[in-house]
């Protein structure tokens, strides 16, 4: 599957690249880098490959890139997923093996003493600015973008449509509920709640801090708050609305919940079969959903909180920059920060690197959303134009999950599997939740661990 100037990152500002990248014009930027004299070769190494759901063709992407050019040979090694990006490379600089290219989110400040600057470079200048932002650590660039995601609930179109369900006309928890049973009196699950860990700890919990408040400043009070252990979760309309609504979706899930790392793969087959009309999670999910139903279209609606209309993020898709990638400066050399860079600049900004990153499905792509300037494909998916549309509309809300203090994510799934199973109330929820939050480094204040 995670921040000194990261406050400034609002919701906006993802749109605004969003609606710019999937534009018609296409804006010129520079050309990827040409191939450099290489007196000396080199041999850069990733952890991992972005996200295992795209492994096959981020794979075949270093493959290509690895026969395109006699330089660097880029090669991924793997991590353990049980454990937290942090604890996967804190033994791997311990060892003196620290890889090249690092790939996340959460963990950013962490990292940003031991990483490269990316001002300066091609890559960098391609990016939207207000993308980078996030990853802008005390002035220094320590990485650049991915993509930008969006999740909410997905749900398959034919499904809905036999039921005689129009998710665009879904704005309150009463009317999800209504969609859930009509779909259930079709003859197919409602929907499917997924017991992951990181689901329900970054996503399913972004929608309180999101829907927290109307302002983005307003939401950091409410972390503030959290960290300062004066919130009384219980307390707060917002995240009763949102408990509800944790409780609507356990009521009507169409399977019981499994914790084990199985539940991805099952929960695509199901939505894909048409056994559930809808699935909580985010559009990187729409390529392995489109392969299992041999083409079938897949789109993503909000997931309404409040039984009122006119609430805040109630008619929203939340919409981020998923993780960053960074280059190792302590304990890569000259030639290998070089490669790295030269990789990943031709993974973005060459024609033959796009059709890996913004390609469709059926092509060997990874279907990601396009961000910079100068990618000539554009998203052509149903999901994908569905998330446009919401971003035009202005209709996305916050990644709240981008501020959260390093490992909470998994304290808050982890609590999030006990609720869902329940091993655990709503109040005992909340309380774990507060215990976990109190305490944090107020990263997102500018504060340094």
Not at 388 to 395: L, S
Not at 425 to 433: H, I, K, R, S, T
Request: proline share 4%; hydrophobic share 40%; glycine share 8%.
């Amino acid at each position: 599957m995670e921040r000194e100037i990261r406050m400034k990152k609002a919701t906006k500002f993802a749109a605004i690249a969003l609606a710019s990248a999937l534009a018609v014009s296409v804006i010129s930027a520079p050309a990827a880098n040409a191939a450099p004299a290489c007196p000396k070769k080199a041999t850069v190494t990733m952890l991992g490959t972005i996200k295992p759901e795209i492994q096959d063709q981020f794979l075949n992407a270093v493959a290509a890139y690895n026969k395109s050019q006699k330089c660097y040979t880029v090669k991924s090694i793997p991590g353990d997923r049980k454990l937290t990006f942090l604890q996967n490379v804190t033994p791997m600089y311990a060892a003196k093996k620290a890889p090249t290219i690092m790939y996340d989110l959460q963990f950013l400040p962490d990292m940003a003493k031991r990483v490269m600057d990316w001002k300066g470079t091609k890559l960098a200048a391609a990016a939207p600015k207000d993308l980078l932002t996030a990853a802008n650590i005390g002035g220094k660039q320590v990485g650049v973008p991915s993509t930008v995601e969006a999740f909410g609930l997905l749900y398959n179109k034919k499904v809905l449509d036999k039921a005689g369900v129009d998710p665009k006309k879904i704005t309150t928890r009463t009317q999800l509920e209504e969609a859930f049973k009509k779909v259930e009196a079709s003859g197919t699950g409602a929907i499917r709640f997924s017991a992951i860990w990181w689901s329900l700890g970054a996503h399913v919990t972004n929608l309180y801090f999101a829907n927290a408040s109307s302002t983005h400043e307003g939401r950091l009070k409410v972390l503030d708050a959290m960290a300062n252990g004066t919130k009384k979760l219980t307390g707060d309309p917002v995240f009763n609305n949102w408990l509800a609504t944790f409780e609507l979706m356990k009521k009507y899930n169409q399977a019981k919940p499994n914790l084990a790392d199985t539940e991805y793969a099952a929960a695509i087959a199901d939505l894909a079969a048409g056994k559930a009309g809808f699935w909580f999670m985010g559009n990187w999910a729409e390529e392995d959903l489109i392969k299992a139903s041999n083409g079938g279209d897949f789109g993503i609606m909000p997931l309404p909180i409040s039984t009122n209309a006119k609430a805040y993020g109630n008619t929203s898709i939340s919409v981020g920059v998923p993780g960053y990638f960074m280059i190792d400066n302590q304990q890569s050399t000259k030639e290998q920060r070089a490669g790295a860079v030269d990789f990943l600049t031709w993974l973005y900004l060459s024609p033959a690197g796009e059709k890996f990153v913004a390609g469709a499905p059926k092509d060997g792509g990874m279907n990601f959303i396009p961000v910079y300037k100068g990618t000539k494909l554009k998203a052509t998916s149903f999901m994908a134009r569905e998330i446009a549309t919401y971003v035009k509309a202005n209709k996305s809300i916050e990644w709240m999950n981008t501020y959260y203090p390093g490992g909470g994510q998994d304290l808050y799934g982890a609590s999030g599997q006990k609720l869902i199973t329940d091993k655990i109330d709503g109040e005992q929820y909340a309380a774990e939740l507060e215990k976990a939050w109190k305490g944090a480094v107020k990263t997102w204040r500018g504060v340094k661990k």
